[in-house]
Structure formats: C-alpha cells, structure tokens
Nanobody, 126 residues
Framework: VQLVESGGGLVQAGGSLRLSCAAS????????MGWFRQAPGKEREFVCG????????NCADSVKGRFTISRDNALNTMYLQMNSLKPEDTAVYYC????????????????????WGQGTQVTVSS
C-alpha cells in the first residue's frame, strides 16, 4: 500500500484545511487508518483514527471538536478536515494504515501502523 498526502499549507489561526490521503496498491476498505503529526523536536503523535472493524472514529483530546476524519472507500482516499486551526497545530501531518484490527488504545500508537505517507506540512500563523 502506498499512501500520498496532500492539502497542507499555510493558514491563519482560526482557518481551515482539508488533508487528503490517497492510497494505491490495494484497496484500504479493510484497513485501520490514522492521521498523525510531528512538530519539530517532538515525537509523532496521534491525531485521529478510523477503525473500520468497529465503524468508529476517535481523535486526540487536543483536536476533538475541531478535526474530523473520514474516508471514501470507493476513491481509496481518507480525509482530515481541520477547522479552527491553532498555531500549536503546526506540524508535518502523516497518514498511516495497517491491515491489523486495532482497538483502543492500540490505534493511537504509531508503532502499530506499517504503512506511512511522506507527510504534508501544515503551518498555522498567529
């Protein structure tokens, strides 16, 4: 599975962006998917996840109510809608996938994903 992110950029605080993650190589309808981010000098952290086996999504407390994860299996594409962006959301955003069935809290750990995109930069100015 190859993952390619797009949609990053520079936005003012309070603005919105929508990230896309296009998958190729295999259909990802049976995959657990996730968005992660990494700011300079910090560890990669979980943002939002989509657990196909339960049909549920979950997001980190820091983005809950502002970010929404979704997927379109017909297009093999996953999205991250980011609203009310804050300067602390500045990071490189990565999409990730695994064919494993992941339950909470396992789906928030980067080590449990074996496919990663190259990342897209999101910069939020104050």
């Amino acid at each position: 599975v190859q993952l390619v992110e797009s949609g990053g950029g520079l936005v003012q605080a309070g603005g919105s962006l929508r990230l896309s993650c296009a998958a190729s190589g295999r259909t990802f309808s049976g995959y657990t998917m996730g968005w992660f981010r990494q700011a300079p000098g910090k560890e990669r952290e979980f943002v939002c996840g989509d657990r196909w086996n339960t049909g549920t999504t979950n997001c980190a407390d820091s983005v809950k109510g502002r970010f929404t994860i979704s997927r379109d299996n017909a297009l093999n594409t996953m999205y991250l809608q980011m609203n009310s962006l804050k300067p602390e959301d500045t990071a490189v955003y990565y999409c990730a996938a695994t064919s494993r069935l992941l339950y909470l809290p396992d789906n928030v750990a980067p080590r449990n994903y074996n496919y990663w995109g190259q990342g897209t930069q999101v910069t939020v100015s104050s």
